[in-house]
């Protein structure tokens, strides 16, 4: 892998991001996690991220806005929606707005690496 591929986990439990940096960093892949949308916010104004991963339900703002904000600067990242409050809804809004995949909480590790080798296969073939 030349180029390495970007992550940007956001997610206000702490242990989904210490689950998810170390084994998607063994993978090769870079990984930034954030537990504060504001600060997650701050960081994918400053740089564009190849893969964005982020939960739905969260204090401040929630993952809709946060997708939202991340698809308006940079239309070709992918975004993966992890989330505990899965419902049909959720997910059709989701997909409406670009969303590449979407997760009920829990997942295993497997499940979600999977999900991320499929969004940079799909991010790589453009």
Known sequence: ???????LILDDEPI???RLKPSLEKKGYEVE???ESKDALQRIRQRTFDIVVTDLKMEGMDGMQFLTEVKKRSPDTEVI???GFATMETAKESFQKGVF???AKP???GEIAAVIE???AKRRGR
């Open 1 to 7: 892998m030349s180029e390495q591929t970007s992550i």
């Open 16 to 18: 989904v991001t210490k």
């Open 33 to 35: 996690t954030f537990t």
């Open 81 to 83: 929606v992890i989330t």
């Open 101 to 103: 995949d979407f997760l």
């Open 107 to 109: 997942f295993k590790l």
């Open 118 to 120: 499929k969004a940079d």
